[in-house]
Structure formats: C-alpha cells, structure tokens
C-alpha cells in the first residue's frame, strides 16, 4: 500500500515535497513513478525513479521537479519547485516490479498552484 502527502495550496513559483510512504519495503519495487490528474484531463506520467536511483521527467517538469527515493525509510518523494498554475492537479504514485508498471498505487494528494 502506498500513501501520498504533501499536497496544498501554493502561489506560483513556491516549492512542495510530495511524499509516497510505502507499507512494505520499498526494496521490492523496482520503480516508483509519480502520476498526476489535472482537472477534465487524463492522468499522466510527471516522473519516475527506479532502486537504482536512475530517473524519468515528462518534459513539461524536467528541470522543477526531482524525484528521489529513501529506501531504509520505505519513502520516495517529488521534490517540486517553480510550480506553475498548470501543475495543479492530482498527485498519485504508483509503484510496479519496472519502469511503466504500476502495480501499486496510492490514493492521491491534491496539488493546487494559484497565480
């Protein structure tokens, strides 16, 4: 099981961490991918890091956004920085055996950037 927090309001340009605690061992996913569900659009892949720490950006956060993962701690986290108005949306991490594969998904965190 999968839990996100962080989510809230904040002005354009200001910064949030997401946080995705896992219930078991993050040791046995491989990858932790980050989704996000913008009003009347369809959820999207923003960012995924495998155990191995190697990343993936959509082009539309590359640069603003980092993902990392704390393994002993069963965590991964979105680093977001100069959050625009248009990444408001939904936040979801998903968590699967290899990239692109979402076994496991959590509940969600609102994001909510004003201008």
């Known amino acids: 099981q999968l839990v996100e927090t962080g989510g809230g309001l904040v002005q354009a340009g200001g910064s949030l961490r997401l946080s995705c605690a896992a219930s078991?061992?993050?040791?046995?996913?491989?990858?932790i991918h980050w989704h996000r569900q913008a009003p009347g659009k369809q959820r999207e892949l923003v960012a995924a890091?495998?155990?191995?720490?190697?990343?993936f950006y959509a082009d539309s956060v590359k640069g603003r956004f980092t993902a990392s993962r704390d393994n002993g701690k069963n965590t991964a986290y979105l680093q977001m920085n100069s959050l625009k108005p248009e990444d408001t949306g939904v936040y979801y991490c998903?968590?699967?055996?290899?990239?692109?594969?979402?076994?496991?998904w959590g509940q969600g965190t609102q994001v909510i950037v004003s201008s």
């Open positions: 998903s968590g699967g055996s290899a990239l692109y594969e979402y076994t496991n």
């Open positions: 890091i495998s155990l191995g720490g190697s990343t």
């Open positions: 078991t061992s993050l040791w046995g996913l491989n990858a």
